[in-house]
């Protein structure tokens, strides 16, 4: 019996991208379904842009933009928005800075025209920036009391050592502590032009009157030169940090895959659904349902244009610990070795479903398609990716996991970690590896 998969509700012929002269692009995704609008802005400019010293710097202009423009202070831009009934936000990522308004489509070009002073022309009031560094000391504090999201920036150090891609989001407290005016400003100047800019909108907007507002707010901007980094060497290699007062112990584990542009893309997704997506996968059934070993466990793909990687987390205890990576062992061996009909069929279908849904979502499709002009210069279609994870099959997702297994696992533990937990795990990891190169 064959077995279909579900075709994205929206085709990509709804999908149209602008550039102007000197770089800036117009991306306009219109499905039918939509009633509403949601414009963003996507600047090609976050963590893994910033120098150790700049590191958090992204982080930071995110949280200033909506703090003045030259014409307007903090209290208009809140009131002008919600006059309209507007909702605004912002978020900032290792490979980008998004800013973000959603109401009504035909406040769409008066959208562009608000998150366009507010790009452009930030004041960055000096009064303002101390305010706000309070509050980004405060999460940066609460980040650091979190043992998962420890967990998280130690394997990405373990994964890509020293590389920018490595550094964290929030930054470096000594940096947050230090940041000027003139270094804000001074990195927006260098970091924020054409040529690193996507204007994006969905939804039935009036494209026309989009494009004419976009012209005359950034058709003067430079063009600059593309913010670029060279990919990143896979490191590996076991961090680990016991934090007070944690009960739990986590554990993020993994390797290297082929970033999210690479042919065999398809194929590392498949590797991590397999071992690790859903209640009935190999891992949560063996480690959670069978041995009931930890609270929470799950593996995932985390792709970028730069570098793939293999995600194991897993939150259980200390007395549990040395079982859970056992048992995790055994089963990444066990997937180098052959993969079932039944593992391959249901991780294809969950990512499938996972991925038509995620483009029912139009916030998710703009930032797709703008992370895809980053890249690729263009937008590619729900039925590419579609097509490229048919095209994987049992052998592909067994012989995608022995490369990777052949590579130094990335490990981080933290919480409440056990004494000599590092030493016995670079012992397992390495004895993991022998498996396959032998």
Known sequence: ????????????????????????????????HLASTNVSIYV???????????NGISHVVEHMAFKGTATRDCQQINLEAELL????????????????????????????????????????????????????????????????????KLFDEASFGKHALAQPVIGRRRNIERFSRDELTGYVARQYTGSN?????????????????????????????PNTV?????????KSKRQAGSSQTHLVAGFPL???????????????????????????????????????????ADQSDLAGQFVLEA?????????????IVTLLQAQAERVSDTDLLRARNQIAVRAVRQREGAQH?????????????????????????EAVDANAVRDCTRRMLAAPAAVAITGKVPAGTRERTEERMQRLRSTVTG
């Not at 077995?3 to 991306?27: F, K, M, Q, Y």
């Not at 090609?44 to 700049?54: N, P, V, W």
């Not at 939150?315 to 048992?327: G, I, N, P, V, Y």
């Not at 499709?365 to 994870?389: H, I, K, N, Y």
Request: with cysteine.
């Open 1 to 32: 019996m064959t077995h279909s998969l579900p075709r994205p509700a929206c085709g990509d012929d709804d999908t149209e991208v602008l550039v102007l002269p000197n770089g800036v692009r117009i991306l306009a995704v219109r499905p039918s």
């Open 44 to 54: 090609r400019t976050g963590s893994r842009h910033e120098s150790a010293r700049l």
């Open 85 to 152: 009934g507007a909702e605004v936000n912002a978020h900032t990522d290792k490979d980008h800075t998004a800013y973000h308004m959603r109401g009504l489509a035909r406040d769409a070009a008066t959208f562009v025209r608000m998150l366009g002073d507010i790009v452009r022309h930030g004041s960055f009031p000096e009064a303002e920036l101390e305010r706000e560094r309070q509050v980004i000391l405060q999460e940066y504090i609460e980040d650091e009391d979190d043992a998962l999201s420890t967990a998280f």
């Open 197 to 225: 800019l996507v204007v994006a909108v969905s939804g039935p907007v009036d494209l026309q009157a989009v494009t004419r507002e976009v012209e005359a707010v950034f058709g003067d901007m430079p063009a600059g030169t």
């Open 230 to 238: 060279g990919a990143p060497s896979w490191v590996g290699g076991v």
């Open 258 to 300: 082929p970033d999210r542009f690479d042919p065999q893309a398809a194929t590392g997704v498949m590797a991590a659904a397999v071992l690790g997506e859903g209640m009935s996968s190999p891992l949560l059934d063996r480690v959670r349902e069978r041995l009931g070993l930890v609270y929470y466990a799950g593996c995932s």
């Open 315 to 327: 939150s259980t205890t200390a007395e549990h610990l040395e079982a859970c990576q056992d048992e």
């Open 365 to 389: 499709r703009l930032e797709t398609a703008a992370l895809d002009l980053f890249a690729l210069g263009r937008v590619r279609s729900g039925a590419e990716w579609l097509a490229a994870l």
